[in-house]
């Protein structure tokens, strides 16, 4: 197992999240975004956003800035999975860097094992990245660690296990989604599928459709 300086910021025990109550399509539906919750079907028309009917005359109440805030802040705690003191956590953690806050924010997001494993296309969404994490599928440096929020590092290689890769879910898996296209900080042997992060995510490689001050407003408050 990694020690524990490898086990960087926060969470260093195992990560096992209870299930949200809420539908994951109607938080989709609440900010009128895809979030990619459920995996596959998200690229579907069996999502709910796409089967939506359009209301075209319903009038929506103008949020308050406390209230673009808070959807903002929601709309990025939703999409990694987090609840609420766990975010908070993350966001203490980079306030504390001597980087742009909300960049440093999702820069570590991204850099958690479980989305890793998702944007390497080794699961169909970060919930199911989590508890393929969490049942031990996956190497890091050839040792095996089942801490979602275990920080991966510039150079590290993310691997799955040699019986792990005989699973039927895991062929499913990966017959899908090593279709979609990596993210410029990652790269994958195709043969072996060992997944590496060449670096760490560039402040442009970061999701743009999230508004980061008013995420940092938030909790500036």
């Not at 990619?36 to 089967?51: H, I, P, V």
């Not at 909300?102 to 570590?108: A, S, V």
């Not at 440096?141 to 801490?147: C, E, H, S, T, Y």
């Not at 060449?198 to 999701?207: A, G, K, V, Y």
Request: aromatic share 8%.
């Amino acid at each position: 197992m990694p020690s524990s300086q490898e086990k960087e910021g926060i969470s260093q025990r195992r990560s096992r999240l209870p299930l949200h109550k809420e539908s994951k399509c109607k938080r989709c539906r609440a900010l009128n975004l895809k979030l990619f919750l459920k995996g596959e079907k998200c690229y579907t028309d069996n999502c709910s956003l796409e089967k939506r009917k359009p209301q075209r005359f319903l009038r929506r109440r103008r949020l308050s800035q406390y209230g673009q805030q808070l959807k903002e802040k929601q709309k990025v705690k939703w999409k990694y999975g987090m609840l609420e003191g766990q975010f908070e956590r993350w966001y203490r953690m980079a306030e504390r860097s001597s980087n742009i806050t909300g960049e440093e924010l999702l820069r570590l997001l991204e850099r958690r094992l479980d989305n890793v494993v998702y944007r390497l296309g080794f699961s169909f969404s970060r919930s199911q990245a989590r508890q393929l994490v969490n049942h031990g599928h996956f190497l890091v440096n050839g040792r095996a660690v089942d801490i979602p929020s275990y920080l991966i590092k510039e150079g590290d290689v993310v691997e799955i296990k040699k019986k792990s890769k005989k699973l039927p879910l895991m062929k499913e898996i990966l017959k899908v989604s090593q279709k979609k296209a990596l993210p410029g900080w990652l790269e994958i042997d195709k043969k072996s599928l060992n997944g590496m992060v060449r670096r760490l995510p560039l402040s442009e490689e970061l999701d743009q459709e999230i508004d980061l001050p008013l995420v940092v407003g938030y909790y500036s408050r």
